[in-house]
């Protein structure tokens, strides 16, 4: 489908939103310049993230690697230890891996090109569009949630925005609107206009640009755009996880693969309880399994609850006595006998901080 953008919407564009951008847009660490790594960078960090979020992580990773070049030649300990906490951890180990690639092809300068950009390991055609619209100025529309919002509702679109074809729709709605201004400016006012005004909930419809000629507005029924139908539920997955105990100071810490999800972070050993296991059984078995130990499963530390995109996480973590058998890596990457400090130094997902903190507390 076609979809029409309300009358004199180009010249509310020019007259209004672009002076209201000028005035009104948020100084943010990537804004300072048009370097294309750092947009590249943000964009990264910024997809399912707050923006609030994302600026101490955007300010410590360039502080870490300000060049392409400096990630290229950093350890993927240090980039996903300058990622933790952040969620999704493969956009950090895909962005290190395309940083060799930009040295190797490039010569460490990220390309303008549409076909180029896409070689790079993690770049879709979001990303893409972000580069060469922000970064380079060229005619390219970012289709985020935030301008999904503006247009469904600026143009009262009341289709399933989860829908492939509906998406695709918009885009090409989004590429038309954009061509009429100077891309990066209007794409940012668009994006900037439905992060700060018109919001998920309570829009600030009396002071938007738009609201002259936005048609939900017009209608009285913001509310109803975008429509997005439910989400499929998702499932609770059951985990059993041990600290092991070396000494009174000194525990076992596990790599996870790197292939698969949080490979090459740092966690407490454990995995899936099985049907009709016990938490004592799983955690017993997984870490003979996985690490060829032997163990006695003491009292529990802590319950942890995550919830992750595709599933929630329940997981049951119980101190465990050694029983003096050296640890094999058999089902995972490494393993560390630490202490609380030395942990410091390794990348943890969320859950396993939540473990880390406990321990602290203890
Ligand atoms: S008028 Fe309201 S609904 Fe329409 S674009 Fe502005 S903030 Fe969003």
Redesign the pocket.
Known sequence: MTYRLPKNCLLTVSKDLLPWFEANARELPWRLNRDPYAVWVSECMLQQTRVETVIPYFLRWMACFPTVKALAAADQQQVLKCWEGLGYYARARNLHAASKQVVALFGGELPSQVDELSRLKGVGPYTVAAILSLAFGKSYAVLDGNVE??LT??CAISDDIRKPQVKKDLQNLATRFLATHPPAQLNEAVME?GAT??TPRN???DC????SI?R??KRGE?SL?PYKSKKPKIPTVQVGAGVVWRDEHTFLIAQRNESGMLGGMWEFPGGKIEKNESIEACIARELEEELGLKVEVGDELIKVKHTYTHFHLRMGVHHCRWQGDEPEAIDCADFRWVTLAECEAYPFSRADLKVLEALASQ
């Open positions: 919002r503006v509702r600026l206009l005004v018109c829009p600030q419809c938007c640009p738009l609201a936005c939900a507005h913001v755009f």
